[in-house]
């Protein structure tokens, strides 16, 4: 019997197996699972409502978000060319990121704490805050036998709330364009709104402070530069003075008629030592016709006509040689008369040579002296001219910076990346390409409706207002963006997509009533 039930009940299980199983979901026998434990679930939900309420209500503290933009210039506008001075911050992402780590620099956030005196706002400095009657860190002082609260110094404190801002502030660059957003985070949201747009403004002024800085050092080295050149043209100007007053030389002309004296002398030197050499030959050959007794050779050398007289009557030889004796003496005087003019003119040759040689470097180095003292003239009013524009630059820049300069606007509305005005550049024509792409950071596709984009204009006549509408769906009409040219006042405006409406109430309303329900429970 016990055998047959086993197989039985085998089979019975082997049965059950083998029905097929139903994938599907029984919500019948889900609810009624759930129907049974109502009172577990009730109680649990019941228990984290109350918790939510009172962490709502009791316990979180509402947090107020503001945002302010600023705009990085990247044009440079150069009204006189100072390059050289200093130059403009660029456009390029390094840039971007520099400023970025300026506006969260802790010399400028102390600025910032200073300014709005934070160090008094509990919310910043810890120190001010309620203490509380229980925690870890009292627990430990007690422990550690520190029962008094430490002195805490000036700076100490200030440092912690530098910290604390440092944590409320965020600072972002809105892509593909210039501009910065700068968000602060604090339990009221007036507060917020007068941190992001005063630490906005502290960096717009350290950005002009140091500029002027540059400026005004590039002023000052200009001045003692200018004083410099003052000095060494001053200089120059005495030791041309001194060298003039020092030399006998009158001037470059005088100098060319020394130079000519000296080529007339060395002629007249050659042509007396060559009546040296001829009448120290005719002396010579008078003297050896003198030797040879030989009348006939003495009078054919002396070439006289009273020796030859003498000689053709045949008088008396003592008559004969004394008249030969007297052209002798005569012709030794001239080659003693010869050889001291050579003599004197030699020496009047080598004294002339030496004083050009000395007026030859005297005029070279006048004339580098004088060289030098235009140079340094020059050099002197180019430092002055440039000081002088520098000093102009520095009055316009600062009449720019505190907007105390008439300039044309064309102001950005509707869907761009930032809202604000255009400057038309000075002595330049302006594009609608160049006012969306460069300070508006284009048209965001998510939110703008590149299909309408409008330039309205005031025409100024009585005719109204005239507007353009530009479809950039077709990307082939972005040409006319860079031909269309903006008039002073215009207005370009970019209209929202359809579902942007709907996404902003949407957007705002989920806010509002959280803010207002927080508001409530906190009054």
Do not use: C
């Given at each position: 019997?016990?055998?047959?039930?086993?197989?039985?009940?085998?089979?019975?299980?082997?049965e059950r197996q083998a029905v097929p199983v139903d994938d599907e979901i029984?919500?019948?026998?889900?609810?009624?699972?759930?129907?049974?434990?109502?009172?577990?679930?009730?109680?649990?939900?019941?228990?984290?409502?109350?918790?939510?309420?009172?962490?709502?209500?009791?316990?979180?503290?509402?947090?107020?978000?503001?945002?302010?933009?600023?705009?990085?210039?990247?044009?440079?506008?150069?009204?006189?060319?100072?390059?050289?001075?200093?130059?403009?911050?660029?456009?390029?992402?390094?840039?971007?990121?520099?400023?970025?780590?300026?506006?969260?620099?802790?010399?400028?956030?102390?600025?910032?704490?200073?300014?709005?005196?934070?160090?008094?706002?509990?919310?910043?400095?810890?120190?001010?805050?309620?203490?509380?009657?229980?925690?870890?860190?009292?627990?430990?002082?007690?422990?550690?036998?520190?029962?008094?609260?430490?002195?805490?110094?000036?700076?100490?404190?200030?440092?912690?709330?530098?910290?604390?801002?440092?944590?409320?502030?965020?600072?972002?660059?809105?892509?593909?364009?210039?501009?910065?957003?700068?968000?602060?985070?604090?339990?009221?949201?007036?507060?917020?709104?007068?941190?992001?747009?005063?630490?906005?403004?502290?960096?717009i002024l350290d950005q002009i402070e140091v500029k002027f800085a540059a400026?005004?050092?590039?002023?000052?080295?200009?001045?003692?530069?200018?004083?410099?050149?003052?000095?060494?043209?001053?200089?120059?100007?005495?030791?041309?003075?001194?060298?003039?007053?020092?030399?006998?030389?009158?001037?470059?002309?005088?100098?060319?008629?020394?130079?000519?004296?000296?080529?007339?002398?060395?002629?007249?030197?050659?042509?007396?030592?060559?009546?040296?050499?001829?009448?120290?030959?005719?002396?010579?050959?008078?003297?050896?016709?003198?030797?040879?007794?030989?009348?006939?050779?003495?009078?054919?050398?002396?070439?006289?006509?009273?020796?030859?007289?003498?000689?053709?009557?045949?008088?008396?030889?003592?008559?004969?040689?004394?008249?030969?004796?007297?052209?002798?003496?005569?012709?030794?005087?001239?080659?003693?008369?010869?050889?001291?003019?050579?003599?004197?003119?030699?020496?009047?040759?080598?004294?002339?040579?030496?004083?050009?040689?000395?007026?030859?470097?005297?005029?070279?180095?006048?004339?580098?002296?004088?060289?030098?003292?235009?140079?340094?003239?020059?050099?002197?009013?180019?430092?002055?001219?440039?000081?002088?524009?520098?000093?102009?630059?520095?009055?316009?820049?600062?009449?720019?910076?505190?907007?105390?300069?008439?300039?044309?606007?064309?102001?950005?509305?509707?869907?761009?990346?930032?809202?604000?005005?255009?400057?038309?550049?000075?002595?330049?024509?302006?594009?609608?390409?160049?006012?969306?792409?460069?300070?508006?950071?284009?048209?965001?596709?998510?939110?703008?409706?590149?299909?309408?984009?409008?330039?309205?204009?005031?025409?100024?006549?009585?005719?109204?207002?005239?507007?353009?509408?530009?479809?950039?769906?077709?990307?082939?009409?972005?040409?006319?963006?860079?031909?269309?040219?903006?008039?002073?006042?215009?207005?370009?405006?970019?209209?929202?997509?359809?579902?942007?409406?709907?996404?902003?109430?949407?957007?705002?309303?989920?806010?509002?009533?959280?803010?207002?329900?927080?508001?409530?429970?906190?009054?």
């Amino acid at each position: 019997m016990s055998d047959n039930h086993i197989a039985d009940h085998q089979r019975r299980d082997y049965e059950r197996q083998a029905v097929p199983v139903d994938d599907e979901i029984d919500l019948l026998a889900i609810f009624r699972t759930l129907w049974r434990g109502k009172w577990v679930i009730g109680l649990v939900t019941s228990i984290a409502i109350v918790l939510g309420v009172y962490y709502a209500f009791g316990i979180a503290i509402p947090k107020y978000t503001a945002t302010a933009v600023v705009a990085l210039e990247s044009r440079q506008e150069n009204v006189v060319d100072l390059e050289s001075v200093m130059s403009g911050l660029g456009g390029d992402q390094i840039s971007i990121n520099t400023e970025i780590e300026v506006l969260r620099s802790r010399g400028l956030i102390a600025k910032l704490v200073a300014r709005m005196a934070l160090q008094d706002d509990p919310e910043f400095n810890p120190s001010l805050r309620p203490e509380q009657r229980f925690s870890i860190g009292k627990l430990i002082g007690v422990f550690a036998g520190h029962a008094q609260a430490p002195i805490v110094s000036t700076q100490t404190v200030l440092d912690s709330t530098v910290n604390t801002v440092l944590e409320a502030v965020s600072i972002s660059n809105l892509r593909q364009s210039y501009a910065f957003t700068i968000s602060v985070v604090t339990t009221n949201p007036e507060k917020s709104a007068a941190i992001a747009n005063t630490l906005a403004e502290l960096y717009i002024l350290d950005q002009i402070e140091v500029k002027f800085a540059a400026t005004e050092q590039a002023t000052i080295w200009l001045s003692e530069r200018v004083a410099v050149l003052q000095e060494d043209l001053e200089t120059a100007e005495a030791a041309v003075q001194v060298l003039s007053g020092s030399t006998e030389l009158v001037s470059a002309e005088a100098l060319e008629a020394v130079n000519r004296q000296i080529k007339e002398t060395r002629d007249r030197l050659a042509d007396v030592d060559s009546r040296v050499i001829s009448t120290q030959a005719r002396v010579n050959a008078l003297i050896d016709a003198s030797a040879s007794s030989d009348r006939v050779l003495m009078a054919a050398i002396a070439s006289d006509s009273a020796l030859d007289r003498l000689l053709e009557t045949k008088g008396d030889n003592t008559a004969f040689m004394a008249q030969f004796n007297a052209i002798l003496l005569r012709a030794r005087n001239d080659l003693d008369r010869a050889r001291a003019q050579s003599s004197s003119l030699a020496f009047a040759v080598s004294t002339l040579e030496t004083d050009f040689a000395v007026q030859s470097a005297d005029l070279a180095e006048l004339q580098q002296l004088q060289r030098e003292a235009a140079l340094t003239q020059l050099n002197a009013e180019v430092a002055l001219r440039r000081a002088t524009s520098q000093e102009g630059r520095t009055n316009f820049e600062t009449r720019l910076a505190l907007d105390a300069v008439v300039r044309d606007y064309v102001y950005l509305a509707g869907e761009v990346g930032v809202q604000g005005r255009y400057t038309l550049p000075f002595e330049r024509r302006a594009s609608l390409a160049d006012a969306l792409y460069d300070e508006a950071g284009g048209v965001p596709t998510n939110t703008g409706n590149i299909a309408e984009v409008y330039v309205l204009r005031d025409m100024q006549t009585g005719a109204g207002i005239v507007a353009w509408r530009l479809d950039a769906r077709n990307a082939a009409n972005l040409v006319l963006a860079t031909q269309f040219e903006l008039r002073p006042n215009d207005i370009v405006f970019v209209a929202e997509q359809p579902v942007t409406a709907w996404n902003r109430v949407i957007q705002q309303i989920t806010p509002s009533l959280i803010t207002s329900t927080v508001g409530a429970a906190t009054n």
